[in-house]
């Protein structure tokens, strides 16, 4: 790479504040979830939703590897992606809600969430959507010069699709500074990957020669250690980096599905590595922090959730007549 420079943040893209802070954020997207859920189910989050519950050290591990002015794109499973850039939860719960005072005025609902003062170029609907969108911000990155890296999340199952292969391909040839993140939950929708694929998946980014690690999903520790390494691969020049992240969802694919399709057994059997556990198991293990101070952390978060969710459900509509008449002028 070229120049010397950054891309200036607008915003923290992630502020990590003492030894309990990945356990927080990871604590901040579950009970931010668990309340969408309860408002889904309400009527007031129209659409649908797919949520990142048992994924959370995923997106919190990546994000953490990340500096300033670095972006990521996220997926339809995006509350995860978005929290852990540090989008604010009111701004996103309010846009869920179809508020004017959403992140994108209550235009974007719960799968296509943009918020570029924190980094999030996108989440996108469209399964690879993202992998296009962080190759070309990656693009833009290295013609201008800046040392900044772009970040794909997207599934396991998108391993399947042509922008996989197009997009890898086209940021190995160029060199190009984007980290794609694999995030593999075993299923694409209600189908098991291995049903549909051919082949392991890193096998395929071998391939195309890019550097590639895989690590446990469900420890956000071994995360950001294999994303720290991505992110200065990419950063460094060297190209494309591929990390996959073995993980496990813990509720339905959307809004409709018993999971009739998981092998007995292995829902307990993840939910006793759930990321949060783990985390806090850790950090009591190492005297970092004591069950009662975590306690009280895990109060403080549902509190403040709880409170969010309530704003939100005050927050105001937007009205597009208004808006209309304000543009024409
Ligand atoms: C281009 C495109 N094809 C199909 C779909 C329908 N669809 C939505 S989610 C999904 C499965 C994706 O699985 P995976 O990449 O493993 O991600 P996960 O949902 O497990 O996080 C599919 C096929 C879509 N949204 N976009």
């Known amino acids: 790479m070229s120049g010397t420079q950054r891309l200036a943040a607008e915003g923290p893209v992630y502020e990590l504040t003492g030894d309990s802070a990945l356990l927080e954020r990871m604590l901040l997207i579950r009970r931010f979830e668990d309340a969408v859920q309860r408002l ?11 949520l990142y519950s048992g994924q959370e050290a995923g997106a919190v591990g990546v994000c953490a590897a990340l500096a300033p002015g670095d972006r990521a794109a996220g ?27 959403g992140v994108c005025g209550g235009r974007a609902g719960s799968m296509n969430v943009v918020d570029l003062r924190h980094g999030l170029v996108g989440c996108f609907g469209i399964v690879g959507g993202s992998i296009a969108a962080a190759t070309g911000v990656a693009l833009g990155f290295q013609r201008r010069g800046l ?13 399947n699709q042509a922008y996989f292969a197009e997009c890898l391909n086209f940021a190995q040839v160029l060199r190009l500074p984007v980290v794609f993140v694999c995030e593999n939950n075993r299923y694409m929708e209600f189908t098991p990957i291995e049903d549909v694929t051919a082949g392991e998946i890193p096998a395929r980014v071998e391939a195309l020669g890019l550097w590639n690690r895989t690590v446990d999903g469900m420890d956000v520790q071994a995360v950001r250690a294999g994303a720290s390494e991505a992110v200065a691969h990419a950063r460094s020049g060297a190209g494309p980096a591929f990390l996959q992240t073995l993980t496990y969802r813990f509720v339905g694919h959307s809004r409709s599905d018993p999971g009739a399709y998981r092998k007995p057994g292995e829902l307990d059997e993840m939910r006793r590595r759930d990321p949060l556990a783990v985390e806090r198991a850790r950090l009591i293990e190492d005297g970092a922090a004591d069950e009662a101070e975590l306690d009280g952390l895990e109060a403080r978060v549902a509190a403040y959730i709880d409170e969010v969710a309530a704003r939100a459900l005050e927050a105001p509509f937007p009205d597009p007549e208004a808006e209309f008449q304000e543009y024409k002028g």
């Open 40 to 50: 889904f189910q309400r009527g007031e989050v129209h659409g649908t939703t797919h």
């Open 75 to 101: 997926t339809y499973r995006g509350h995860g992606h978005a929290l852990a850039l540090g989008v604010d939860p009111q701004g996103l719960m309010d846009e869920l809600l179809g508020r004017a005072s």
């Open 147 to 159: 040392e900044n890296v772009a970040v794909a999340f997207f599934g396991e199952g998108t391993s």
